[in-house]
């Protein structure tokens, strides 16, 4: 039980956390596959390696090896978009109409169904907190039928699993 070692690695005083993980877990507004996807692309958007591995232990059996596959791309290609857009949205200026000019293949071909693929990308840039790329997620994610509990369910789960890594690396930190 994969989750279950993550709620138990986590300090008395993140109870509240290891409250979510558990419910978050079985969160129904959300599909099986949804729900794994955002898991996955969360825990990799937080690096936490504990973290990682215990939530790709846990629902990477959930997913085929492509919505598998499909989590890491939205977790590796927001990595490089969350910087990129929220630097142009932040900065202003020129650049939001210059070309990004940076390949982004996979946003168009996932392995998956494209809205699931957004709601993971939403999720991940919730965590990087790039504004621009959660209004657009979002309002894909809206456009393809999600309901804004569904993406609110994501981004949820996003913020537990990112306060839960947090949480473990603060941990890490203060026994080295």
């Known amino acids: 039980m994969s989750l279950e070692a993550l709620r138990n690695a986590l300090p008395d005083y993140a109870k509240d956390q290891k409250l979510n993980l558990g419910s978050l877990a079985t969160e129904p507004v959300l599909t099986e596959q949804q729900r794994a996807g955002t898991f996955i ?29 499909a989590a890491k791309a939205a977790a590796s290609i927001m990595g490089m978009n969350n910087v990129y857009y929220r630097f142009t949205h932040l900065v202003q200026g020129d650049y939001a109409q210059m070309p990004a000019k940076l390949r982004m293949n996979v946003m168009a071909r996932p392995g998956v169904d494209k809205t699931d693929f957004e709601l993971w990308s939403l999720a991940v840039s919730a965590i990087n907190g790039c504004g621009m790329c959660m209004e657009s997620h979002e309002k894909v994610v809206l456009q393809h039928g999600l309901s804004k509990e569904q993406v609110q369910a994501a981004v949820r789960i996003a913020s537990v699993v990112h306060a839960t890594a947090a949480t473990l690396d603060g941990e890490a930190a203060l026994a080295a």
Do not use: H, M
Request: charged content about 25%; glycine content about 4%; aromatic content about 4%.
């Open 41 to 69: 692309a969360s825990a990799l958007a937080s690096r936490n390696p504990t973290v990682i591995r215990e939530i790709v232990d846990e629902f990477g059996p959930k997913l085929s090896p492509e919505a598998l596959t």
